[in-house]
Nanobody, 123 residues
C-alpha cells in the first residue's frame, strides 16, 4: 500500500504561481510512475502531467505545456507540480496518483490516489 498526501493548494490571482507537493509513504520501494490529475466542478477528472520513476521522462496535457512542470525527489518520496502563469481554467481539485510501472494519461492506470488539494485561480 502507498499513501499519498497532497499539499500546496490555495487561492492565487491569474498569472500567479503555486507549487503542489505530494508526499508518498508506505511501500515506496517499488518503481512507481507519478501523476497529477485535476477535477473542476461539474467536469470529469482530467490528466495533467506524469513523470516516470527515474524522473527522466515527463508527459503533459497540451493546456499546461510550458506553464507547469512535474518533478520528483525519490530520496524524499515526493513529487511536485510547479504551476506558473495560472489561469482561471486551472481552478480545480488537484490529485496525486501512483502507478506501478508505466503511467500514461489514463486515470485507470493509477492504483493509488491522494485526497486532493484545492487550487483556485481568481481572474
Amino acid at each position: 500500500q502507498v499513501q499519498l498526501v497532497e499539499s500546496g493548494g490555495g487561492l492565487v490571482q491569474a498569472g500567479g504561481s503555486l507549487r503542489l507537493s505530494c508526499a508518498a509513504s508506505g511501500r515506496t520501494s517499488s518503481n512507481y510512475a507519478m501523476a497529477w490529475f485535476r477535477q473542476a466542478p461539474g467536469k470529469e477528472r482530467e490528466f495533467v502531467a506524469t513523470v516516470n520513476w527515474s524522473g527522466t521522462s515527463t508527459l503533459y496535457v497540451d493546456s499546461v505545456k510550458g506553464r507547469f512542470t512535474i518533478s520528483r525527489d525519490n530520496a524524499e518520496n515526493t513529487v511536485y507540480l510547479q504551476m506558473n502563469s495560472l489561469k482561471s481554467d486551472d481552478t480545480a481539485v488537484y490529485y496525486c496518483a501512483a502507478s506501478v510501472g508505466y503511467g500514461g494519461r489514463s486515470a485507470g492506470s493509477y492504483i493509488y490516489w491522494g485526497r486532493g488539494t484545492q487550487v483556485t485561480v481568481s481572474s
